[in-house]
């Protein structure tokens, strides 16, 4: 069955970057893009990008320019975003996704909880 | 960046009544590129609806979604106690790929 599995919590200072794994398995890892959604505490579902997982090609929020780069590892089936600059407005749960192609995401990992503080 | 608009932001229904959601955007979207989710506390959103009408997986045919061009629907046929949630409308036609505000269905 498919599964992405995410990272752990992260705790970060303001300044400081961040990078959040998701692996997949149960399909093969490059015939789906991943995308990456955060959540700020109490908020919505805010879209930052996508990666195509075949040939490593991304599509980033204009939001997020400069700050976000999305990689991935085809030996281990895991996308990669790593979120750097990071402020205090940045604390939110993080997930990846993978695409439906077309019309939405199908698979969603469980969320990875970052906190940005002093 | 299209703009999607839910209404009502919280809908008052008890079980087994009829919940309508609505996901407005600010441009024509395809059909084929309008998603909903259901989110529960502490919990990832879980895919019900995508191209505007098909059921994901082991959603029950209680749900259903309608609409084209700006203006798109979710119905509830009869709430169930599980189906107390938020729900998000996403457009995946242009990037960026944004996702309505919500409408928290909640027990009157």
């Known amino acids: 069955q498919v599964q992405l599995v995410q990272s752990g919590a992260e705790v970060k200072k303001p300044g400081a970057s961040v990078k959040i794994s998701c692996k997949a398995s149960?399909?093969?890892?490059?015939?789906?893009?991943f995308h990456w959604v955060r959540q700020a505490p109490g908020q919505g579902l805010e879209w930052m990008g996508w990666i195509n997982p075949n040939n490593g090609g991304t599509n980033y929020a204009q939001k997020f320019q400069g700050r976000v780069t999305m990689t991935r590892d085809t030996s281990t089936s895991t996308a990669y975003m790593e979120l750097s600059r990071l402020r205090s407005d940045d604390t939110a749960v993080y997930y990846c996704?993978?695409?439906?192609?077309?019309?939405?995401?199908?698979?969603w990992g469980q969320g990875t909880m970052v906190t940005v503080s002093s | 960046e299209i703009v999607l608009t839910q209404s009502p932001g919280t809908l008052s229904l008890s079980p087994g009544e009829r919940a309508t959601l609505s996901c407005r955007a600010s441009?024509?979207?395809?059909?084929?590129?309008l998603a909903w989710y259901q989110q529960k506390p502490g919990q990832a959103p879980r895919p019900l609806i995508y191209g505007t009408f098909r059921r994901a997986t082991g959603i029950p045919d209680r749900f259903s979604g309608s609409g084209s061009g700006t203006d798109f629907t979710l119905t509830i046929s009869g709430l169930e106690p599980e189906d107390f949630a938020v729900y998000y409308c996403?457009?995946?036609?242009?990037?960026?790929?944004?996702f309505g505000q919500g409408t928290k269905v909640e027990i009157k």
């Open positions: 149960g399909y093969t890892f490059t015939e789906y893009y």
């Open positions: 996704a993978r695409d439906r192609t077309p019309g939405g995401f199908d698979f």
């Open positions: 441009q024509s979207i395809s059909n084929i590129y």
């Open positions: 996403q457009q995946c036609d242009i990037s960026p790929y944004t």
